[in-house]
């Protein structure tokens, strides 16, 4: 149902309604009923992986402690430092080969979230484990319209052998609902958009909805009447929040629509497709999470920045080979040159998405403060396949599931479980243990 104009108090459920079109609202003074307590923002947690490890020498804090100058990789997250864990030691057992020969690609993303030794199969009879996200998801219930969002920037093949007898749902998925169910990725930003913001009561066919796109129906020329008669019944501070969501929508959806734009108009072939335009649908996918985040949309989602073992190109940072194939660097200037580009890249992205959550204002602080974002790869050296020292990084306030400015040094070949069991400690589930972690990791 369209949002109750006539009152007040709004549910924190409230949407704006047009035809075809459903888009949930930010959190709003009016959704607290005069004279009662205001309830804590929801808290909401990321999980951002990345391949074919890091450079590590550019990556590593040369201390432990207070966060100083950021090594070069990580240099672009200054603006968020006080909100930012570095964290050194940690190590994916469950990555590593226990007698199945190589594969630690595919390993290393199966286990990334799991933490579980994946079952080496190039057939339907997968196994790996139940993945951290999804034990958040199912804690957190039915409490938003989505339990949880799985998003990626490369597609990947279904089925078949993808690493060395392991099969492609390894190195394309990181969350498992269940230890032998992945959940599939979205990577078009334009059918996120639309997941996120249609109406989920008047869903349009396919004819339908490729006549609205013709037309370039925004989502807010359909709910632009339903909004005008909300902002006139709320109050100053809420009017500008609500302003400054529907201009971030709208944004977006413009962006989206001149990024499928220029798709059709310069086709390339099949096995390209991936590699174009990799840098704006990155931000896209970023922007979107923003958006479900701050609408309360969804509060636990995954984003594979690439699948593991990746070998997309990066031709606009000057790159024209495929990442995996430069992570073999062999200690080459030229190819470590190439790798501290990507790896570059990604965390400038990376940090666009917390500035991005710093910016929007959410109950008495910043959305970033109700976040837990977590970055990271199963593989530390691409090079040597190594699955301890990690680089990992935490962000964000939520729960406060580590002290942030500080680079936290662990005893080497601390399972990266012990992060995870932290993590739910601090949303309030109770389990004493998740895969193979030992311990909870010092705030």
């Known amino acids: 149902m369209a949002v109750p104009l006539t009152r007040i108090h709004l549910s924190r459920r409230a949407f704006l309604r047009g035809s075809g079109a459903s888009l949930a609202l930010p959190l709003l003074d009016a959704m607290v009923p005069a004279m009662s307590v205001t309830p804590p923002p929801p808290r909401r947690a990321l999980f951002v992986f990345a391949p074919n490890g890091k450079k590590m020498d550019e990556w590593t804090p040369a201390e432990a402690g207070a966060l100083g100058e950021l090594p070069w990789l990580l240099a672009p997250l200054a603006p968020v430092r006080d909100q930012l864990t570095v964290v050194t030691g940690l190590a994916l057992d469950a990555a590593r080969s226990h007698g199945d020969g190589p594969g630690d690609h595919a390993r290393g993303c199966a286990a990334f979230l799991t933490c579980a030794h994946p079952v080496k199969t190039a057939g339907p009879d997968l196994r790996a484990g139940v993945s951290v996200d999804q034990v958040l998801a199912a804690h957190a219930g039915g409490s938003t319209r989505f339990r949880s969002l799985e998003l990626g920037l490369e597609p990947g093949r279904a089925a078949g052998n993808c690493d060395s007898g392991y099969a492609c749902a390894y190195v394309n998925h990181v969350a498992w609902r269940t230890p032998t169910q992945p959940l599939p990725k979205e990577t078009d930003p334009r059918a996120v958009f639309g997941r996120l913001f249609a109406d989920p009561d008047e869903a349009l066919d396919g004819g339908a909805r490729a006549a609205r796109l013709r037309r370039r129906r925004s989502v807010l020329d359909l709910v632009r009447e339903d909004a005008r008669r909300l902002a006139g019944n709320l109050s100053a501070g809420d009017r500008a929040r609500l302003e400054l969501y529907l201009e971030s929508v709208r944004e977006v959806e413009q962006r989206i629509t001149r990024e499928a734009d220029e798709r059709a108009r310069v086709p390339v072939p099949e096995g390209l497709r991936g590699q174009r335009g990799i840098g704006a649908r990155l931000a896209l996918l970023y922007e979107l999470l923003c958006l479900a985040f701050q609408a309360d949309l969804v509060r636990v989602a995954t984003l594979m920045v690439a699948n593991g073992g990746s070998n997309l190109a990066y031709p606009f940072l000057g790159v024209a080979e495929?990442?995996?194939?430069?992570?073999?660097?062999?200690?080459?200037?030229?190819?470590?040159?190439?790798?501290?580009?990507?790896?570059?890249?990604h965390v400038e992205r990376l940090a666009e998405f917390l500035l991005g959550l710093a910016a929007v204002p959410e109950g008495e602080g910043r959305l970033l403060d109700h976040c837990v974002v977590v970055y990271g790869s199963g593989i530390s050296d691409g090079d040597r396949h190594n699955h301890d020292d990690l680089p990992i990084l935490v962000a964000g306030g939520a729960g406060a599931v580590l002290r942030g400015g500080q680079h936290l040094v662990v005893r080497r070949r601390t399972p990266l479980a012990n992060l995870y069991l932290t993590i739910l400690d601090r949303a309030g589930v109770a389990a004493e243990r998740f895969a193979d972690s030992t311990g909870r990791l010092p705030a």
Do not use: D, M, Q, V
Not at 327 to 345: T, V
């Open 322 to 345: 495929g990442h995996h194939t430069l992570s073999h660097h062999g200690r080459k200037p030229e190819n470590l040159a190439a790798l501290r580009k990507i790896n570059r890249f």
